[in-house]
Every structure is written in C-alpha cells, then in structure tokens.
C-alpha cells in the first residue's frame, strides 16, 4: 500500500509545473492546470503541496458481487462472479451518463466504504471472484488504487478488469495496463464532434487505447457502443465504427451495442428501439466483426456467442445467464472444432443473473 499522507491522500507521479506555477495534470489527455487547492475536472485528484494528489485512496462508492458478463465482458471467463466497485468523479462529462450519480458525484459521501488494496484481493478469494473489476466510474482517475489493487489481487491469482472509456495518456496507460487482465473499453461514438459535444473529450485518444491494447498488451478486450438515438445510431456512423475495428483492430474484438434509457443532461432522447440495436449488430456482422452483441434489451440471439466458422451456437444466454455451453475445454467449436476468441477455462462459472452487495470491513486488513 502506498504512502498515505493523510485520509485518503496519495502523491501521484504523472503531473509537471507550468512556468506560470500551475501544476499540469498529465494523466489524462484534458490536461488540467490547476493551482494550488483547486481540483481537476474528475474531482479526485487535486493541487496540494505543489504536486497532484489522489484524494479518495482506499475509498469505494460500494461493493457488489455480480456476473462478469454485466461489465460487458463475454468472452472473459464466462458465468463467474466479479467482485465490482468505483469512486466518485469522471475524467469526462458526458451528457447522458448512465452512472452520473457516481461518476459525476462531487460529494466524498458518496464513498461509503473503504478498504486497502490487500483487503479487497482477500475479499474476492474469499467470495469466490475469479476477478475484481474497476467500475462504474473511470478507474483511469484513480489510476494509483487501482494499481495497487489489481497487484495484490495478483499475487492471489485474481485477475483484474477495467470498464473504461480509455480516455487516458501514453506513459500512464503503459504502466496501468501491466497489471490489468481484461478491459472493456466505451467507444461511445466514432466522429470527434460526437465527443466533443456530448463527451467534453476528443475521439483520437481512446482510438489510440485501443490500437494500443489490441497491438501491444496481452489484455482480453471488448467494446461498448452506447447506441443513443439521433446522435450516434446512423447506419453511416455504425457502418464506419465497425469497419475500423476489424481494420485496426480485428475480427475478433467482441463489439456490445447497449440502449441508451434518458438519464443526466440527455433526457430529451428517447429510449433506444430494438429493431436500431439489431440493425447494428447486422451491419457489425456484415463488415466481419465476428462477435456482435445487443445488451440492454430483451435478444437471446444478440445476447448469444456463435460459431464464425459454421454459426453453431457456442454459448447462449439470457441477460447474465448462461443457458447453453458447447465450447470445448480449450475454447474451441464443439461442432467444427474453430476456435471461438476470448480467455476460457474448462467449465463455465455458475454464477447466474445474482447481484450481492458486500461490505468489506468483515474481511480485515490483518
């Protein structure tokens, strides 16, 4: 555990000072200059002592148990609990955020629970958690717990997961994504005027995470595309988005097409139609993204994982659920023998659709 300088403050390493005397964060690819007492735009890290500091170290939003397959993660160690958490503040401002109670929270309240990187390692073995997942909101703006915790978690055989908009700097992301075993990234839409408007972010960087993770990491990754009608959902966008990730990334990216429900500063958008989540999952398909999916929404066959190579259902499910498994113990087709893409073992987990919430302090720091 780092050096804790009070409460849940932590020095961080990714900052320099401008020669106005105020100190750049460089984190994140916003930038933020700051003098002293003020905070960036994530709420969490501040200007003190002439340094950036992380100020929520060891503080969570709360603990869940719940299936991997929520993060979005399909082919990441199918039907296993996840032992899930966030913090407070958010690296971007998106206008229709679906967690804004959390990732737009500038109350240290809304951290209810505490614990050390070592606790929370324990607590996962102990709740049988094949991973911990950073989430919720952004574990790029607290880039030094999550380290921390994804290096205890390892030394107990637990892997880790990021639920991230990949929004994040070159030197942080390296040192970030060597601990880190599985992500799944938001690519919330595929033009910069998107971003910019909704995103206060640029599209450019989180492009430049994903080449980066798919070309030289060895992290299982999967997308996000949050469909939200009249801003991101044209064939034309979706027909774009889908081509670059087999282009730039590969067939085998699994891509999550997710309805959008009215929430935060977007309330003006209706809820995402069905028919628009299939339509992108089909045009996905047709460019030869090999693993498409529709969550959100009532779909078995968008919820479903096929065969690429003959389309013999691989592993069915309903919502979280796993109903049906015909991958052999090494992950291939049962039928036509292809292998099917992701990180399996033998058995699937038998977790199921369960949501437990947890408190920490029962499992100690002794």
Not at 9 to 32: F, M
Not at 169 to 186: H, L, M, Q, T, W
Not at 341 to 347: C, L, T
Request: with cysteine; net charge neutral.
């Amino acid at each position: 555990m780092r050096g804790v300088t009070h409460g849940s403050v932590v020095p961080t390493e990714y900052w320099h000072e401008l020669p106005d005397g105020r100190i750049q964060c460089d984190l994140c690819p916003r930038h933020c200059r700051l003098r002293e007492g003020q905070r960036g735009l994530c709420f969490v890290r501040a200007c003190q002592g002439g340094r950036i500091v992380l100020t929520t170290y060891g503080r969570s939003s709360g603990f869940c148990v719940d299936p991997v397959e929520k993060k979005p993660l399909y082919h990441f160690l199918p039907g296993t609990p996840v032992l899930s958490f966030g913090t407070a503040g958010c690296n971007l401002a998106c206008r229709f955020c679906q967690n804004w109670a959390i990732s737009r929270s500038r109350e240290v309240d809304t951290l209810a629970d505490a614990a050390s990187p070592e606790r929370i390692a324990r607590a996962a073995r102990a709740l049988g958690c094949r991973s911990v997942a950073f989430t919720y909101n952004d574990p790029v703006i607290f880039h030094e717990y999550a380290i921390d915790v994804a290096r205890a978690c390892r030394e107990l055989g637990i892997k880790t997961v990021a639920v991230t908009a990949g929004y994040v700097c070159p030197e942080p992301r390296a040192e970030f994504y060597r601990y880190i075993d599985a992500a799944n990234v938001d690519l919330k839409g595929f033009t910069e005027a998107f971003y910019h408007r909704l995103c206060a972010g640029r599209l450019r960087p989180v492009l430049d995470t994903l080449v980066y993770l798919t070309h030289e990491t060895e992290v299982w990754l999967e997308l996000t595309n949050l469909v939200i009608p009249g801003e991101n959902d044209s064939p034309e966008e979706i027909d774009a988005m889908t081509r670059w990730v087999v282009e730039e990334l590969g067939p085998e990216v699994p891509v999550h097409f997710t309805a959008f429900h009215p929430d935060w500063m977007l309330r003006d958008r209706p809820p995402t139609p069905p028919a628009t989540l299939r339509r992108a999952r089909e045009i996905a398909l047709g460019n030869g993204v090999r693993y498409a999916y529709t969550g959100n929404v009532w779909d078995p066959a968008g919820d479903s994982t096929y065969c690429h190579e003959c389309g013999a259902l691989l592993v069915g499910r309903r919502w979280y659920e796993l109903k049906a498994w015909n991958l052999t113990p090494d992950g291939a087709c049962r039928g036509c023998g292809a292998p099917c893409a992701g990180v399996f073992e033998a058995r699937p987990g038998n977790w199921g659709r369960r949501y437990l919430p947890v408190r920490l302090a029962e499992f100690g720091d002794g």
